[in-house]
């Protein structure tokens, strides 16, 4: 019959076998188990030592010791030599040949509409501008009522304006900043308004139901229609450049007295209009702007006395400016996100 001894030389034999061939951290996980676990092989072993003659116990035990050592420090050596292999297996697959030409990304590049904002910006600061800003969900009051807008006025129209309720719509244009600013702060006044405006209007080349409009607003003692023509004919030769031409027609809005529509020669037609352009139509000139003098019941409704007080206001639409800017006929492009078309402008 086979000696204890035997048995703990066998166990050894055994175990040390298995660990020579584990693969995996599975393996080695089976190993532990079966010979150094709980209910593995040399616990079983170590149960029947008391059946040994007592002057035999202290040399089992002794073997019994260095057996579990020996055990562990092997599963120890089987753990680390396969996690080895695994990092050498993941930096071989992993491998950088740094020699190889890389991949430069591709750089972004600013909006057209933020690329003219940020002239006109420049522009106006450099005249002593100051931005304001206000809502874009806003009141009748400051958009009609305080800007000397009846209340049959056709821009009040529910086919025209988004409403949310009689009183809260979406705002149509940026003078409501004006009012605002008149409203809390008095003359000498010499602001823009940039921002998003909302319109029913249908989508074509040259009309979106969301635009963008700056509105500007001087408000000064001894203001007149050559300080509004002066600063328009400036920021439009800054932009376009100084053989720029602008036409002023007569017009009439509610909230300036005088009033005019300004107008910009087509940039794709210059002097000898086309009959099939997309632009103007065939007219050689661009409806650009709505502009006049502040009619004195707005002054007078924002606590500026007329009789001291006179301003210019002038809107126009973002996306025309940078239509003209950059020779563009159709300015849904400027909405549609094609990096294709977004892509050539610096």
Same mark, same amino acid.
Request: hydrophobic share 40%.
């Given at each position: 019959?086979?000696?204890?001894? /035997?048995?703990? /030389?066998? $166990?050894?034999?055994?175990?040390?076998?298995? $660990?020579?061939?584990?693969?995996?951290?599975?393996?080695? !996980?089976?190993?532990?188990?079966?010979?150094?676990?709980?209910?593995?092989?040399?616990?079983?072993?170590?149960?029947?030592? *008391?059946?040994?003659?007592? !002057?035999?116990?202290?040399?089992?035990?002794?073997?019994? =010791?260095?057996?579990?050592?020996?055990? !562990?420090?092997?599963?120890?050596?089987?753990?680390?030599?396969?996690?080895?292999?695994?990092?050498?297996?993941?930096?071989?697959?992993?491998?950088?040949?740094?020699?190889?030409?890389?991949?430069?990304?591709?750089?972004?590049?600013?909006?057209?509409?933020?690329?003219?904002?940020?002239?006109?910006?420049?522009?106006?600061? *450099?005249?002593?501008?100051?931005?304001?800003?206000?809502?874009?969900?806003?009141?009748? &009051? &400051? #958009?009609?009522?305080?800007?000397?807008?009846? !209340?049959?006025?056709?821009?009040?129209?529910?086919?025209?304006?988004?409403?949310?309720?009689?009183?809260?719509?979406?705002?149509?244009?940026?003078?409501?900043?004006?009012?605002? +600013?008149? /409203?809390?702060?008095?003359?000498?006044?010499?602001?823009?308004?940039? *921002?998003?405006?909302?319109?029913?209007?249908?989508?074509?080349?040259?009309?979106?139901?969301?635009?963008?409009?700056?509105?500007?607003?001087?408000?000064?003692?001894?203001?007149?229609?050559?300080?509004?023509?002066?600063? $328009? /004919?400036?920021?439009?030769?800054?932009? &376009?450049?100084?053989?720029?031409?602008?036409?002023?027609?007569?017009?009439?809005?509610?909230?300036?007295?005088?009033?005019?529509?300004?107008?910009?020669?087509?940039?794709?037609?210059?002097?000898?209009?086309?009959?099939? #352009?997309?632009? #103007?139509?065939?007219?050689?000139?661009?409806?650009?702007?709505?502009?006049?003098? +502040?009619?004195? =019941?707005?002054?007078?409704?924002?606590?500026?006395?007329?009789?001291? &007080?006179? *301003?210019?206001?002038?809107?126009?639409?973002?996306?025309?400016?940078?239509?003209?800017?950059?020779?563009?006929?159709?300015?849904?492009?400027?909405?549609?996100?094609?990096?294709?078309?977004?892509?050539?402008?610096?």
């Amino acid at each position: 019959m086979q000696s204890k001894i /035997e048995k703990m /030389e066998a $166990l050894q034999e055994a175990a040390m076998a298995f $660990l020579r061939e584990v693969a995996n951290p599975q393996d080695v !996980e089976r190993v532990r188990v079966r010979f150094l676990g709980r209910k593995g092989e040399l616990t079983a072993l170590l149960k029947e030592m *008391g059946d040994l003659p007592p !002057e035999e116990r202290p040399a089992f035990g002794q073997m019994a =010791n260095q057996l579990r050592a020996k055990l !562990e420090d092997g599963i120890t050596a089987a753990s680390g030599r396969l996690k080895a292999a695994a990092l050498e297996g993941m930096l071989a697959a992993e491998t950088l040949d740094v020699t190889l030409p890389g991949t430069t990304p591709k750089q972004g590049r600013r909006h057209p509409m933020s690329i003219v904002l940020d002239e006109v910006y420049d522009i106006f600061l *450099g005249m002593g501008f100051s931005v304001a800003d206000g809502p874009e969900v806003e009141t009748t &009051y &400051y #958009c009609f009522d305080a800007l000397n807008t009846g !209340e049959h006025h056709p821009a009040r129209d529910w086919q025209d304006t988004f409403y949310f309720d009689d009183k809260t719509i979406l705002r149509t244009q940026t003078s409501s900043v004006q009012v605002r +600013v008149m /409203e809390r702060q008095k003359p000498p006044i010499r602001i823009i308004s940039p *921002g998003r405006t909302y319109r029913k209007d249908e989508i074509d080349a040259t009309h979106s139901p969301m635009f963008h409009q700056i509105e500007a607003l001087v408000v000064d003692k001894g203001i007149t229609m050559a300080d509004l023509k002066g600063t $328009l /004919e400036t920021l439009m030769k800054r932009l &376009y450049g100084e053989d720029m031409r602008l036409r002023f027609r007569p017009h009439h809005f509610p909230y300036t007295e005088p009033s005019a529509e300004v107008d910009l020669q087509c940039f794709l037609c210059k002097d000898n209009p086309q009959k099939g #352009c997309r632009i #103007c139509r065939g007219e050689g000139w661009i409806e650009l702007l709505g502009s006049g003098m +502040v009619h004195p =019941n707005v002054l007078r409704g924002c606590g500026i006395d007329p009789e001291v &007080y006179s *301003g210019f206001a002038f809107g126009v639409g973002v996306e025309r400016l940078a239509m003209m800017r950059f020779d563009v006929t159709d300015l849904r492009l400027f909405f549609e996100n094609d990096v294709r078309f977004l892509g050539q402008f610096q």
